[in-house]
């Protein structure tokens, strides 16, 4: 008998201590990351999730140390895993509450494989990727986020790599929710997660997040307080896609591709309306294609939000059609299953 | 002489025979071999299998390298292995006669579709002259017999197209042999009915091919006699046909209805461990879930995140995929939790031969991690036996928390033997004590968990399941600190960790039965082996002391730990020599375990051990021990002796 059977327990209110764990937090100083932990763990309570059913995996990386921080279950794994160990404890316990803690480095170079599958199969996953376009943990060579040229100590003449850009390749990997935050901004960030939490299956999330020791400033050029207005393109559901102080830049498709316009020139009803549900997710790859990096306009929020039916919940319906058919399974029926016959008492 | 100048087929009753169906992947050689061995046992003999398939899936029709075969040896008696060398081949093309002459003993007899020797396949074989012909087969008795054209002429009133009805040659093959060997028709005709229901112009074609093949040995009088194979004298019960695979696949599940743990499987397909993820895949009435990952590396790291979350985590694969998983093996190191692992070795290193059985992957098993990371190994020793060897790694991972690997290869996977069924309430609980409650005091006084507070008798720790409200705690690959789990890079404590790891898996010696010779009086040299070559041995074993020689067989099952007893064991003979089927990798554990003098008889050729070569070197072994004075040789390949 598990000690999980027996009735469901109340979920008891809570605050953000209480998801606190008594860990001390070993971010370097003034690390974006902070942000990021105190935004979950101020969402966390107002979920109504029983905290004995969270867990968080991570793999390596500075962001990998999350799951210490945070008083829930949670295992800190190995080098880009995560996704893939996450499934297996998603689909063997429907009934958890599973997030998966990633980096650029981790998610994105060795752990791209299985990033990509926990995506296309819709694992009902909360995955967030703090993207600092560098490895901080080993102090600061180039990562698949990296700019181009980026001058590291492993790319002392530039660095060679064309960088991925995460929205895209989610989008790419057939995921059902794709969106973007940053760490500079607590209400976007909570409330991007909290989104992301909502939805069932695979919930992908990068956050801009700085790391000041080895990449300082990497998102200034559109997160600085003076830039956001001009730089930051709000995806807002149902709405037209524009942005700047007086909301005088939008956004329009011309053969496909998006473009940045002035409304003035080309008229309200020119702009592209932002819709999450788009079974086609054309038309938010051609946004996700706005930047190249984010040191030009670059649209956060949700970029993508349809309903596919979630990974664990297929698999628990093939067993429960399984044994509607057969019955529950009979471990000497099984074991007869074969061709057997009788040897009988020898005289 | 027959009438046409064809030998005619002089068979005799026998204490066993040994057929070899061989043609082109296409020909289903294989399923007719099965389809002998599922007559065959329910006649009543014993029996063992082994199927010889190439890598390629369909390699050119007609050439060497498309041949598949199928060898199975029937007897009235117990018997352990296939056999050495074919008393019978069936032949379907040139091919298949060319590639598999060396298999046969001299003087066997062969059958073959003489359709089949055109110029066309005759030069696919590399054939200038049809050795049909040309006094080639001198030697053997060869029985030439039309069967293309017999199985076209006897299935023509069904219509079916020449493909359809050319396909069912197979079944023509084995009626002719169950003829010759007097196996039940009713058998095969039941189950092709039944097999080929939804298909009845299918159903109808092989069972006509089928029929004409039994009439055809009736009626043409191209033999003399045929055989008796007397049924084997079994222990009574029921009994079913088992492959190694197939076995370890329900042993897996009947681990998890033992321990109420429910089986999640995560796994990558690869030769020859697959049949392993189909088997499973099927099972899902019993609540199994199975997860057919991106890689390797996905397949255990799923099924290691299904153990966090309370399930019996299994991964299967082979070689390569042992290599790939080793870092996430390491990480069970660390975290404690149970996880199963199965390795179906086959022949490396790299892609080796992937259909190709080879026991090399022991010391990968034991030491292929960083750091100090031991795991307990075990290895059945047989086909059945992988129906028990999976529930003791179950047993052993569930109760000492910790990753198990068996050892199994692609020799055992495949092949088949007569199993007589346990009853299924004879198989002992697994009993699981999952965390329910705090263990430990905070220096505060607050009751709270520890993840690393260790059972005192299995060294264990707590596994406390997500769900369980009170005990969340966080644990990783990073060293943790002694029963509270937090991080530690503390020396001492990661000292102390090494050798709690390593003592919770030495404890297992106790938990596992004593080795168990099969000793005889007078025996002065003890011959090891491990995993799938216990069946060869051990004939070897038998032969020698018919022959009058004294020798002692042991087959080890548990490879790490080792049976508490068998360093005593090992001491108790003047000679030990240990057969396995790689360059010696046991041995190497034994000597530097033991400090025994242990020899070796290596084999590496991706083919089982042949009874005939084993028995060779072991009596090599023998002489050489009656006269020993002084520090014996190293025997390093089979039979052969070098300083
Ligand atoms: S190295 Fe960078 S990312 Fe890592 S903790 Fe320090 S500031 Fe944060």
């Known amino acids: 008998m598990s000690v999980l059977d027996g009735p469901p327990l109340e979920v008891p209110v809570t605050t953000r201590k209480d998801w606190t764990s008594d860990q001390e937090v070993r971010w370097c100083p003034g690390c974006g990351d902070y942000s990021i932990l105190a935004a979950v763990q101020m969402l966390l309570p107002e979920l109504g999730v029983p905290r004995e059913n969270v867990v968080f995996v991570s793999g390596i990386g500075c962001a990998a140390r999350f799951p210490y921080y945070m008083e829930t279950y949670g295992i800190h794994s190995i080098h880009g895993r995560a996704p893939a160990i996450a499934t297996g404890l998603a689909v063997s316990r429907p009934d958890l509450d599973v997030w998966v803690v990633t980096g650029d480095g981790?998610?994105?170079?060795?752990?791209?494989?299985?990033?990509?599958?926990?995506?296309?199969?819709?694992?009902?996953?909360?995955?967030?990727?703090?993207?600092?376009?560098?490895?901080?943990?080993?102090?600061?060579?180039?990562?698949?986020?990296?700019?181009?040229?980026?001058?590291?100590?492993?790319?002392?003449?530039?660095?060679?790599?064309?960088?991925?850009?995460?929205?895209?390749?989610?989008?790419?990997?057939?995921?059902?929710?794709?969106?973007?935050?940053?760490?500079?901004?607590?209400?976007?960030?909570?409330?991007?997660?909290?989104?992301?939490?909502?939805?069932?299956?695979?919930?992908?999330?990068?956050?801009?997040?700085?790391?000041?020791?080895?990449?300082?400033?990497?998102?200034?050029?559109?997160?600085?307080?003076?830039?956001?207005?001009?730089?930051?393109?709000?995806?807002?559901?149902?709405?037209?896609?524009?942005?700047?102080?007086?909301?005088?830049?939008?956004?329009?498709?011309?053969?496909?591709?998006?473009?940045?316009?002035?409304?003035?020139?080309?008229?309200?009803?020119?702009?592209?309306?932002?819709?999450?549900?788009?079974?086609?997710?054309?038309?938010?790859?051609?946004?996700?294609?706005?930047?190249?990096?984010?040191?030009?306009?670059?649209?956060?929020?949700?970029?993508?939000?349809?309903?596919?039916?979630?990974?664990?919940?297929?698999?628990?319906?093939?067993?429960?059609?399984?044994?509607?058919?057969?019955?529950?399974?009979?471990?000497?029926?099984?074991?007869?299953?074969?061709?057997?016959?009788?040897?009988?008492?020898?005289? | 002489m027959g009438a046409d100048g064809t030998h005619r087929l002089q068979v005799h009753a026998v204490e066993q025979v040994v057929v070899r169906l061989a043609g082109?992947?296409?020909?289903?050689?294989?399923?007719?071999?099965?389809?002998?061995?599922?007559?065959?046992?329910?006649?009543?003999?014993?029996?063992?299998?082994?199927?010889?398939?190439?890598?390629?899936?369909?390699?050119?029709?007609?050439?060497?390298?498309?041949?598949?075969?199928?060898?199975?040896?029937?007897?009235?008696?117990?018997?352990?292995?296939?056999?050495?060398?074919?008393?019978?081949?069936?032949?379907?093309?040139?091919?298949?006669?060319?590639?598999?002459?060396?298999?046969?003993?001299?003087?066997?007899?062969?059958?073959?579709?003489?359709?089949?020797?055109?110029?066309?396949?005759?030069?696919?074989?590399?054939?200038?002259?049809?050795?049909?012909?040309?006094?080639?087969?001198?030697?053997?008795?060869?029985?030439?017999?039309?069967?293309?054209?017999?199985?076209?002429?006897?299935?023509?009133?069904?219509?079916?197209?020449?493909?359809?009805?050319?396909?069912?040659?197979?079944?023509?093959?084995?009626?002719?042999?169950?003829?010759?060997?007097?196996?039940?028709?009713?058998?095969?005709?039941?189950?092709?009915?039944?097999?080929?229901?939804?298909?009845?112009?299918?159903?109808?074609?092989?069972?006509?091919?089928?029929?004409?093949?039994?009439?055809?040995?009736?009626?043409?009088?191209?033999?003399?006699?045929?055989?008796?194979?007397?049924?084997?004298?079994?222990?009574?019960?029921?009994?079913?046909?088992?492959?190694?695979?197939?076995?370890?696949?329900?042993?897996?599940?009947?681990?998890?209805?033992?321990?109420?743990?429910?089986?999640?499987?995560?796994?990558?397909?690869?030769?020859?461990?697959?049949?392993?993820?189909?088997?499973?895949?099927?099972?899902?009435?019993f609540g199994v879930r199975t997860f057919q990952a991106e890689d390797e590396i996905a397949g255990v790291g799923a099924a290691l995140g299904a153990a966090f979350g309370g399930a019996l985590g299994v991964t299967t694969t082979s070689g390569p995929g042992l290599d790939l998983k080793a870092e996430t093996i390491g990480l069970a190191v660390s975290l404690e939790l149970p996880l199963v692992v199965v390795d179906v070795q086959r022949a490396g290193p790299s892609t080796g031969m992937p259909t190709k059985p080879e026991q090399g992957d022991l010391l990968a098993a034991l030491f292929g991690r960083h750091g100090e990371a031991p795991v307990p190994v075990l290895a059945p020793r047989g086909a059945a036996e992988c129906f028990t060897m999976a529930i003791e790694a179950a047993r052993l991972a569930l109760t000492f928390r910790t990753p198990v690997i068996i050892l199994s290869d692609g020799y055992l996977a495949n092949s088949s033997e007569p199993w007589r069924l346990p009853d299924v309430a004879d198989l002992a609980p697994i009993p699981v004590e999952l965390a329910s409650e705090a263990n430990a005091t905070a220096p505060d006084g607050r009751a709270v968990f520890h993840p690393y507070q260790r059972d005192a008798g299995t060294l264990a720790r707590p596994w406390a399941l997500p769900g369980t409200r009170g005990l969340e705690h966080r644990i990783g690959g990073l060293e943790k600190a002694d029963e509270t789990g937090d991080i530690s890079y503390d020396g001492a404590n990661h000292e102390r960790m090494v050798h709690l790891r390593a003592a919770k898996v030495a404890g297992i010696a106790a938990a596992i039965p004593h080795a168990v010779v099969d000793d005889q009086e007078g025996a002065r040299l003890l011959v090891v082996g491990w995993g799938s070559t216990a069946g060869a041995i051990a004939a070897a074993v038998e032969g020698l002391r018919r022959r009058g020689e004294h020798l002692a067989h042991l087959q080890l099952a548990h490879l790490n730990p080792f049976p508490a007893n068998l360093g005593d064991v090992l001491r108790r003979y003047d000679r030990v020599v240990v057969a396995e089927l790689n360059m010696g990798q046991l041995v190497s554990q034994l000597r530097a375990t033991y400090l025994v003098d242990a020899r070796l008889i290596s084999k590496v050729q991706g083919v089982p051990f042949r009874v005939g070569e084993l028995t060779e070197a072991l009596l090599g072994e023998l002489g050489s021990l009656a006269q020993s004075t002084g520090v014996p040789e190293r025997v390093s390949t089979a039979g052969e002796v070098v300083a």
């Not at chain 2, 033999?223 to 042993?251: D, F, H, K, Q, R």
């Open chain 2, 24 to 285: 082109d992947s296409g020909d289903g050689m294989q399923l007719a071999g099965d389809r002998l061995m599922v007559s065959s046992a329910r006649y009543g003999n014993a029996f063992a299998t082994l199927p010889d398939f190439p890598a390629e899936i369909r390699a050119p029709a007609g050439t060497l390298a498309g041949v598949s075969a199928f060898q199975i040896q029937l007897a009235d008696h117990p018997v352990r292995t296939p056999g050495d060398e074919a008393d019978v081949l069936v032949a379907m093309n040139p091919a298949a006669l060319r590639s598999q002459l060396r298999y046969l003993k001299p003087g066997a007899t062969l059958i073959v579709d003489s359709d089949a020797f055109d110029e066309r396949n005759l030069h696919k074989a590399g054939y200038a002259d049809n050795p049909l012909a040309d006094g080639e087969l001198v030697g053997f008795s060869v029985l030439k017999v039309p069967m293309t054209s017999l199985t076209l002429a006897a299935v023509k009133e069904t219509g079916a197209r020449p493909r359809e009805a050319e396909r069912a040659k197979n079944f023509f093959a084995l009626g002719l042999l169950s003829w010759l060997y007097g196996r039940p028709a009713a058998v095969t005709l039941e189950w092709i009915a039944e097999r080929f229901a939804k298909v009845p112009q299918v159903a109808v074609v092989n069972r006509l091919a089928f029929q004409a093949g039994l009439a055809f040995g009736e009626t043409a009088e191209l033999v003399e006699a045929t055989a008796t194979v007397a049924p084997a004298p079994l222990p009574p019960g029921t009994y079913t046909t088992i492959s190694g695979n197939t076995a370890m696949a329900w042993g897996l599940v009947a681990a998890s209805e033992l321990s109420g743990r429910p089986l999640f499987l995560g796994s990558y397909p690869i030769t020859p461990a697959s049949d392993l993820l189909h088997e499973l895949s099927r099972l899902k009435r």
């Open chain 1, 106 to 347: 981790d998610g994105l170079s060795i752990g791209g494989n299985h990033l990509l599958h926990a995506l296309r199969r819709n694992v009902n996953l909360t995955i967030l990727l703090f993207n600092n376009q560098i490895y901080g943990l080993t102090k600061g060579q180039f990562s698949p986020t990296s700019e181009a040229g980026k001058v590291t100590k492993s790319s002392p003449f530039g660095s060679l790599d064309q960088p991925f850009n995460p929205v895209s390749l989610a989008l790419g990997a057939e995921a059902t929710f794709v969106a973007r935050t940053h760490d500079m901004d607590r209400k976007h960030l909570m409330a991007t997660l909290r989104r992301a939490h909502e939805h069932r299956g695979a919930a992908f999330v990068e956050v801009y997040q700085n790391c000041n020791v080895f990449n300082d400033g990497a998102f200034d050029g559109i997160l600085s307080r003076d830039r956001r207005a001009d730089n930051l393109i709000p995806l807002v559901d149902g709405e037209p896609v524009r942005f700047g102080a007086e909301s005088e830049w939008g956004v329009v498709l011309t053969d496909g591709e998006a473009r940045i316009a002035p409304v003035a020139e080309v008229g309200e009803e020119a702009l592209v309306v932002h819709r999450e549900g788009r079974e086609d997710p054309s038309v938010a790859f051609a946004l996700s294609r706005l930047a190249a990096g984010p040191t030009t306009p670059t649209p956060i929020g949700v970029f993508r939000a349809v309903e596919r039916p979630d990974y664990a919940s297929l698999v628990s319906d093939q067993i429960a059609a399984a044994q509607n058919r057969q019955g529950r399974g009979d471990l000497a029926g099984l074991l007869r299953s074969g061709q057997t016959w009788e040897v009988a008492e020898r005289r």
